[in-house]
């Protein structure tokens, strides 16, 4: 199973505590003692387990059009006016902690901006949650300026981002993590946009779910 970029001391620290206490438990000669050791072992091995399905990255069959960003279920859809993309839809897709958390380009695209705001750690299922920390890519591409926001939530204390400045990135691309749980947004010029090919509360998968389809 192929794992997320950054997971490798996150999993390690875990596995390394399990087998410490793991350790404790079969040298100490105390039934009392015992027990509580072998609780605290079955709690880091549940931990490690946790962080393996977590830090999951698998390999997927990019979809058409513009595809999703991250795993999850679509929470909103929205048309607004947007400062960097101007007249455009939004698509916000919500991250469950069992999702993959890994995030992908949605379209081809040059990486001309990266802003991080840090912020609060509200839930990222909540509308105040446009307070909380985020980093914002702001991305050129053959339909023009579209941007990504990652947004991190309640557990998720760190995006991890994988891409800089300049970058040229191809659809489907890994371009970062959002630790433990959190909210994509997703931001396309409504103009040249033909159809959006998901509703709220649809599940969708990064990379491999067409969100939305391009004009001819």
Same mark, same amino acid.
């Given at each position: 199973?192929?794992?997320?970029?950054?997971?490798?001391?996150?999993?390690?620290?875990?596995?390394?505590?399990?087998?410490?206490?793991?350790?404790?438990?079969?040298?100490?000669?105390?039934?009392?003692?015992?027990?509580?050791?072998?609780?605290?072992?079955?709690?880091?091995?549940?931990?490690?387990?946790?962080?393996?399905?977590?830090?999951?990255?698998?390999?997927?069959?990019?979809?058409?059009?513009?595809?999703?960003?991250?795993?999850?279920?679509?929470?909103?859809?929205?048309?607004?006016?947007?400062?960097?993309?101007?007249?455009?839809?939004?698509?916000?897709?919500?991250?469950?902690?069992?999702?993959?958390?890994?995030?992908?380009?949605?379209?081809?695209?040059?990486?001309?901006?990266?802003?991080?705001?840090?912020?609060?750690?509200?839930?990222?299922?909540?509308?105040?949650?446009?307070?909380?920390?985020?980093?914002?890519?702001?991305?050129?591409?053959?339909?023009?300026?579209?941007?990504? *926001?990652?947004?991190?939530?309640?557990?998720?204390?760190?995006?991890?981002?994988? =891409? /800089?400045? @300049? #970058?040229?990135? %191809?659809? &489907?691309?890994?371009?970062?993590?959002?630790?433990?749980?959190?909210? *994509?947004?997703?931001?396309?010029?409504?103009?040249?946009?033909?159809?959006?090919? =998901? /509703?709220? @509360? #649809?599940?969708? %998968?990064? &990379?491999?779910?067409?969100?939305?389809?391009?004009?001819?």
């Amino acid at each position: 199973m192929r794992l997320a970029r950054g997971s490798a001391s996150w999993i390690l620290s875990s596995l390394f505590l399990e087998v410490f206490f793991l350790v404790l438990f079969v040298i100490c000669s105390d039934d009392k003692v015992r027990s509580a050791l072998f609780f605290i072992t079955c709690l880091w091995f549940c931990l490690t387990i946790l962080f393996f399905v977590f830090f999951r990255d698998p390999d997927r069959s990019i979809g058409s059009g513009i595809v999703a960003c991250a795993d999850g279920i679509i929470r909103e859809i929205t048309k607004l006016d947007d400062e960097f993309v101007g007249k455009c839809v939004m698509v916000s897709t919500f991250m469950n902690l069992y999702n993959v958390h890994v995030n992908r380009m949605p379209i081809d695209g040059r990486i001309v901006d990266i802003k991080h705001y840090s912020g609060l750690h509200l839930p990222a299922f909540k509308k105040e949650s446009e307070k909380n920390e985020r980093l914002v890519l702001v991305i050129d591409s053959e339909i023009g300026i579209v941007k990504i *926001v990652q947004i991190a939530g309640t557990l998720a204390r760190r995006i991890v981002s994988y =891409v /800089k400045k @300049g #970058d040229k990135m %191809k659809k &489907g691309e890994r371009i970062g993590i959002i630790r433990l749980g959190s909210r *994509v947004d997703v931001y396309l010029p409504v103009d040249e946009i033909k159809k959006v090919n =998901v /509703k709220v @509360g #649809d599940f969708v %998968k990064a &990379g491999a779910d067409t969100i939305a389809e391009v004009n001819d």
